[in-house]
């Protein structure tokens, strides 16, 4: 080999390397869940997590995963506006050398329904969708003209930051369901957000209420 070939080669294997660790991280930031080719089938039906196609470039996106149950004892909810505070934790893989992210959620659990009447409840998230303040359930109606919201007659939830207020028991249209197939509940009554604050797939079984899941989504 030539002094001229051999100058060339050597030149160009850090290039190649170099392309070569370029490829790993493109393909992770295109499609997270990566993996080997060997299912390419898709079928999307409806928002992306019902995605259908194992591994692959078209596998199923990474989704949070729940740390543990949250239940209560629907003795917890004697009657209408009891309500319960509580933190859901859950973890989202992340490429990293921590290999996930853990964030933690403040929630309210609220009894809509009357005594006699099945148990019904709001289970929302506390963090404002307007700017992700932390927000207040006020069980004394009266407290709400604190919130530039005067005259109301039942319960609400109110943000302390920027005076958003939101009724539990009015559902207000916004383009998504929530996980029972309706319009979310706590419409925006008053202030800037511009919509309901993230709710959870919850479910009673026998005397417990059972938190299963977060909604998806960011703030707003």
Same mark, same amino acid.
Request: net charge neutral.
């Given at each position: 080999?030539?002094?001229?070939?051999?100058?060339?080669?050597? !030149? +160009? !294997?850090?290039?190649?390397?170099?392309?070569?660790?370029?490829?790993?991280?493109?393909?992770?930031?295109?499609?997270?869940? @990566?993996? /080997?080719?060997?299912?390419?089938?898709?079928?999307?039906?409806?928002? #992306?997590?019902?995605?259908?196609?194992?591994?692959?470039?078209?596998? #199923?996106?990474?989704?949070?995963?729940?740390?543990?149950?949250?239940?209560?004892?629907?003795?917890?909810?004697?009657? %209408?506006?009891?309500? %319960? @505070?509580?933190?859901?934790?859950?973890?989202?893989?992340?490429?990293?050398?921590?290999?996930? %992210? +853990?964030?933690?959620?403040?929630?309210?659990?609220?009894?809509?329904?009357?005594?006699?009447?099945?148990?019904?409840?709001?289970?929302?998230?506390? !963090?404002?969708?307007?700017?992700?303040?932390?927000?207040?359930?006020?069980?004394?109606?009266?407290?709400?003209?604190?919130?530039?919201? #005067?005259?109301? @007659?039942?319960?609400?939830?109110?943000?302390?930051?920027?005076?958003?207020?939101?009724? #539990?028991? %009015?559902?207000?249209? !916004?383009?998504?369901?929530?996980?029972?197939?309706?319009? /979310?509940?706590?419409?925006?009554?008053?202030?800037?957000?511009?919509?309901?604050?993230?709710?959870?797939?919850?479910?009673?079984?026998?005397?417990?209420?059972?938190?299963? +899941?977060?909604?998806?989504?960011?703030?707003?």
């Amino acid at each position: 080999m030539e002094r001229r070939d051999f100058l060339k080669v050597l !030149i +160009s !294997i850090p290039v190649l390397g170099g392309l070569l660790l370029f490829v790993s991280p493109l393909f992770r930031y295109l499609r997270p869940t @990566t993996g /080997p080719l060997s299912d390419i089938r898709f079928n999307v039906k409806g928002n #992306p997590t019902e995605w259908t196609g194992e591994k692959g470039l078209v596998g #199923p996106p990474d989704l949070p995963e729940k740390e543990r149950d949250i239940v209560f004892n629907l003795s917890d909810f004697k009657k %209408q506006w009891d309500f %319960q @505070t509580f933190t859901f934790a859950q973890r989202s893989k992340e490429y990293t050398f921590r290999h996930f %992210q +853990s964030t933690s959620i403040p929630a309210y659990a609220v009894r809509l329904s009357k005594e006699g009447e099945a148990p019904d409840f709001i289970v929302i998230s506390r !963090i404002c969708p307007h700017m992700g303040c932390v927000f207040n359930f006020l069980p004394d109606p009266a407290e709400a003209a604190a919130y530039n919201y #005067p005259g109301a @007659t039942h319960p609400l939830f109110a943000c302390p930051c920027h005076l958003s207020v939101y009724d #539990p028991l %009015q559902r207000q249209s !916004i383009g998504t369901k929530d996980f029972t197939g309706q319009d /979310p509940r706590g419409k925006v009554v008053s202030g800037p957000a511009p919509r309901p604050p993230r709710g959870f797939e919850w479910k009673v079984d026998g005397d417990k209420l059972v938190i299963v +899941s977060a909604e998806l989504g960011g703030i707003s």
